[in-house]
């Protein structure tokens, strides 16, 4: 069973950074494409960033190119989001993402809560 543990999250004022990490088990990762997501209240869930541990590309959303970094380490399983010059509207819950590369099947932790100041 693969789980995911999200940490990191936290209360920052506006222009500052945070690193998210998220720690996977129960799974042959290195067969997996791992992301981040992000839910504000009142509003959908929507993707941040993903990772793709073949080949190392990765893929930004629009919103958060030049300000955030994914990367990951294979050997442990994790998955990091560097969050840089931070604004208000990047609060939200951050959730790790994990599902094989060609499936539609996702994991998901349980959230990471993160607060902008401005």
């Known amino acids: 069973q693969v789980q995911l543990v999200e940490s990191g999250g936290g209360l920052v004022q506006a222009g500052g950074s945070l690193r998210l990490s998220c720690a996977g088990s129960g799974g042959t990762f290195s067969t997996y494409t791992m992301a981040w997501f992000r839910q504000a209240p009142r509003k959908e869930r929507e993707f941040v960033a993903r990772?793709?541990?073949?080949?190392?590309?990765?893929v930004y959303a629009d919103s958060v190119k030049g300000r955030f970094t994914i990367s990951g380490d294979n050997a442990k399983n994790a998955v990091y989001l560097q969050m840089n010059t931070l604004k208000p509207e990047d609060t939200a819950t951050y959730y790790c993402?994990?599902?094989?590369?060609?499936?539609?099947?996702?994991?998901w932790g349980h959230g990471t809560q993160v607060t902008v100041s401005s």
């Open positions: 990772i793709y541990w073949s080949g190392g590309s990765t």
């Open positions: 993402e994990a599902r094989k590369v060609g499936n539609t099947n996702s994991y």
